[in-house]
């Protein structure tokens, strides 16, 4: 499992050694300052792995950050659908495979595309061989942790992405992981558990940048603890559960 920040290409950027998402989504103009922005990131110690850049919708639109990507030795690229057919999303996939570019698709977020685990797999089985791969936004969920985690077990193969942010009640989400309803820790327990070992990306509101360098180094105190023992029986008994309903309900089908 990997931790990542997310961070947009803003002044007064943490200085970490960490590995980091760049957020450009509302920077239409981040290619007139790249080399300055990529000197800086390098010197705050940010190393980043994936570009976030909002919505794709139409055959051209990922070519348009390629030259950004390349610049910044990433091959991966998180994009919200902004698409509705399924001729679309096989263009757009080949456009960035052509780059050696994966899309992560925001699962959920957008329109009425890619909105349903029933309709992922279908849309997964026309577009074969590209993968169909997708990011989960935990806040996002209405129903909670056990909803989340049912959703990623119902979405299992598919994430490479889960987006970490607080939220209280149900109001915006963007808080630091510890400053709100979700409990993170536990749900760190539950990937262990259903083994997960994809991006996990911290993303904030800006105005919450400077609690990154703590929460990640209690996050990753945590995971070293949990190392390769056994989770306790009761969030086992709970999970799998979870699992059994999912089965349940896909045998139906």
């Given at each position: 499992m990997e931790l990542l920040i997310s961070v947009k290409p803003i002044r007064d950027l943490p200085k970490l050694n960490t590995q980091a998402e760049l957020d450009i989504r509302g920077f239409p103009d981040v290619d007139k300052f790249l080399p300055a922005l990529a000197v800086e990131l390098e010197d705050l110690g940010l190393r980043i792995s994936q570009v976030r850049v909002g919505y794709l919708r139409r055959r051209g639109d990922a070519e348009r950050f390629m030259a950004l990507l390349d610049y910044l030795n990433v091959d991966s690229m998180v994009a919200r659908p902004g698409i509705n057919d399924v001729n679309t999303l096989a263009e757009?996939?080949?456009e960035a495979s052509m780059y050696g570019v994966r899309v992560i698709w925001e699962f959920g977020v957008g329109g009425d595309f890619l909105r349903s685990p029933g309709e992922v797999t279908e849309l997964a089985n026309e577009v074969s061989p590209h993968r169909l791969s997708l990011a989960l936004h935990v806040a996002r969920e209405r129903g909670?942790?056990?909803?989340?985690v049912r959703r990623f077990v119902e979405l299992s193969g598919y994430v490479k992405a889960i987006y970490f942010s607080n939220k209280r009640g149900g109001g915006s989400f963007g808080l630091p992981i510890f400053e709100g309803s979700i409990d993170f820790l536990k749900l760190m327990?539950?990937?262990q558990v259903l083994r997960?070992?994809?991006?996990v990306?911290?993303?904030?509101?800006p105005s919450y940048y400077g609690r990154y360098g703590v929460d990640l180094e209690v996050l990753n105190s945590f995971i070293n603890s949990l190392g390769g023992g056994g989770a306790d029986r009761r969030l086992v008994k709970s999970i799998e559960r979870i699992v059994s309903e999912v089965l349940g309900q896909g045998g139906q089908e």
């Amino acid at each position: 499992m990997e931790l990542l920040i997310s961070v947009k290409p803003i002044r007064d950027l943490p200085k970490l050694n960490t590995q980091a998402e760049l957020d450009i989504r509302g920077f239409p103009d981040v290619d007139k300052f790249l080399p300055a922005l990529a000197v800086e990131l390098e010197d705050l110690g940010l190393r980043i792995s994936q570009v976030r850049v909002g919505y794709l919708r139409r055959r051209g639109d990922a070519e348009r950050f390629m030259a950004l990507l390349d610049y910044l030795n990433v091959d991966s690229m998180v994009a919200r659908p902004g698409i509705n057919d399924v001729n679309t999303l096989a263009e757009l996939l080949d456009e960035a495979s052509m780059y050696g570019v994966r899309v992560i698709w925001e699962f959920g977020v957008g329109g009425d595309f890619l909105r349903s685990p029933g309709e992922v797999t279908e849309l997964a089985n026309e577009v074969s061989p590209h993968r169909l791969s997708l990011a989960l936004h935990v806040a996002r969920e209405r129903g909670g942790l056990r909803d989340f985690v049912r959703r990623f077990v119902e979405l299992s193969g598919y994430v490479k992405a889960i987006y970490f942010s607080n939220k209280r009640g149900g109001g915006s989400f963007g808080l630091p992981i510890f400053e709100g309803s979700i409990d993170f820790l536990k749900l760190m327990k539950v990937l262990q558990v259903l083994r997960y070992d994809e991006n996990v990306v911290l993303h904030y509101l800006p105005s919450y940048y400077g609690r990154y360098g703590v929460d990640l180094e209690v996050l990753n105190s945590f995971i070293n603890s949990l190392g390769g023992g056994g989770a306790d029986r009761r969030l086992v008994k709970s999970i799998e559960r979870i699992v059994s309903e999912v089965l349940g309900q896909g045998g139906q089908e």
